[in-house]
């Protein structure tokens, strides 16, 4: 029936890594900004109609990019189980804290306009920044140590040596792996101080180029930090990946760079574009330093993405779904883009806070 599936295992196996590697940098590109508008909602709203404004901005789509990370995390359990399985053996409390804060910040953009009180509005807001800082800084910390390769040992079973993970919570915390989780949080403020210029006007649309310049200008240092401890410290085996490692760093760099200063001089849509491509680059060094081994580095037990993998008739049931669901997908996250699409003013907020004793 569908003869060009009709193949071997192992076809599908990197072509479904390709795919949840995809799917990941969809979700860092697109929840990034949002990501990063929220945390920066008590540095650039200096009151609550600018608060206002900036989660108007994200308002319409925020829970549409989280689609990415629930795909891109069922993508992994479905077609590699023993990758999700590994990795929920010894990472349960980073996990546990993605989680809480993605609820966190949930709650808070839906609960935010229930009451007219500014104390009602500013406690959603300050929940809404933590939500949104705690699973930022854990996956740039998560994504460092799968660069860095997770330590796995076996673990006997009634069926042989599982693959669990050795490396303790507190030993998550390496210097490179803090380098990684600072990088996110400061690269994702400036795409998501670049997307609040993209999207409003007046005082805010200016305040908001100039954060994003200067974010950007920060963002730039750490990425070159992060760039240079990746490939001196924890550079891929294989001569090809590393030469690729080197290359996507410094043009992450650059994209960065030349984002900041396109941010300065007011071409907004450009400079959005360059910091999502720079955060595309990033996690694709990430990914090709991953390939083969997921992010783990095994000690006295057998473990890559071919022994991770799901079965081929699974693979190739996902593959065929996959090609019929996933332009559906993206026309509807396309179009309500399109939808969304105007500038949003301050003007156009209604003043309707109750005074703080109400």
């Known amino acids: 029936?569908?003869?060009?599936?009709?193949?071997?295992?192992?076809?599908?196996?990197?072509?479904?890594?390709?795919?949840?590697?995809?799917?990941?940098?969809?979700?860092?590109?697109?929840?990034?900004?949002?990501?990063?508008?929220?945390?920066?909602?008590?540095?650039?709203?200096?009151?609550?109609?600018?608060?206002?404004?900036?989660?108007?901005?994200?308002?319409?789509?925020?829970?549409?990019?989280?689609?990415?990370?629930?795909?891109?995390?069922?993508?992994?359990?479905?077609?590699?189980?023993?990758?999700?399985?590994?990795?929920?053996?010894?990472?349960?409390?980073?996990?546990?804290?993605v989680l809480f804060g993605l609820i966190l910040r949930g709650v808070s953009f839906e609960y935010r306009s229930k009451h007219p009180s500014s104390q009602w509005r500013t406690t959603f807001d300050a929940m809404a920044t933590i939500g949104s800082f705690l699973p930022t800084l854990v996956l740039g910390v998560g994504f460092a140590n799968f660069v860095r390769g997770i330590a796995l040992g076996p673990s006997p079973t009634l069926n042989g040596d599982a693959p669990l993970v050795t490396t303790s919570f507190w030993g998550l915390f390496t210097p490179f792996a803090l380098v990684g989780?600072?990088?996110?949080?400061?690269?994702?403020?400036?795409?998501?101080?670049?997307?609040?210029?993209?999207?409003?006007?007046?005082?805010?649309?200016?305040?908001?180029?100039?954060?994003?310049?200067?974010?950007?200008?920060?963002?730039?240092?750490?990425?070159?930090?992060?760039?240079?401890?990746?490939?001196?410290?924890?550079?891929?085996?294989?001569?090809?990946?590393?030469?690729?490692?080197?290359?996507?760093?410094?043009?992450?760099?650059?994209?960065?760079?030349?984002?900041?200063?396109?941010?300065?001089?007011?071409?907004?849509?450009?400079?959005?574009?360059?910091?999502?491509?720079?955060?595309?680059?990033?996690?694709?060094?990430?990914?090709?330093k991953m390939w083969g081994n997921i992010g783990f580095r095994p000690v006295g037990v057998d473990f890559d993405m071919w022994i991770a993998s799901s079965t081929p008739y699974t693979l190739k049931i996902m593959t065929i779904s996959t090609s019929i669901f996933l332009p559906l997908v993206l026309a509807y996250q396309i179009w309500s883009y399109w939808v969304f699409r105007k500038r949003i003013s301050k003007e156009a907020i209604p003043s309707d806070i109750a005074p703080a004793s109400a």
């Open 181 to 288: 989780g600072i990088l996110f949080v400061v690269l994702f403020c400036a795409h998501g101080a670049g997307f609040v210029a993209l999207k409003t006007t007046g005082h805010m649309h200016q305040r908001a180029g100039r954060t994003a310049s200067t974010l950007g200008w920060a963002a730039a240092v750490v990425m070159a930090a992060w760039a240079l401890m990746f490939n001196l410290m924890y550079a891929p085996a294989g001569s090809l990946q590393h030469t690729l490692t080197w290359v996507i760093g410094i043009l992450a760099v650059l994209l960065v760079v030349v984002g900041a200063l396109l941010s300065g001089r007011g071409r907004d849509g450009l400079a959005f574009v360059l910091n999502g491509a720079a955060i595309t680059a990033m996690m694709a060094a990430m990914f090709i």
């Open 1 to 97: 029936m569908f003869p060009v599936l009709e193949i071997a295992h192992s076809p599908l196996t990197p072509l479904w890594f390709i795919l949840i590697s995809v799917l990941w940098i969809g979700f860092f590109f697109l929840e990034g900004f949002d990501f990063g508008v929220a945390m920066l909602l008590p540095f650039m709203g200096k009151d609550d109609r600018d608060r206002r404004v900036m989660v108007n901005t994200i308002g319409p789509v925020w829970d549409g990019n989280e689609v990415w990370l629930i795909t891109a995390g069922g993508a992994m359990f479905a077609a590699f189980p023993g990758w999700y399985a590994t990795m929920f053996s010894g990472l349960y409390l980073p996990l546990l804290l």
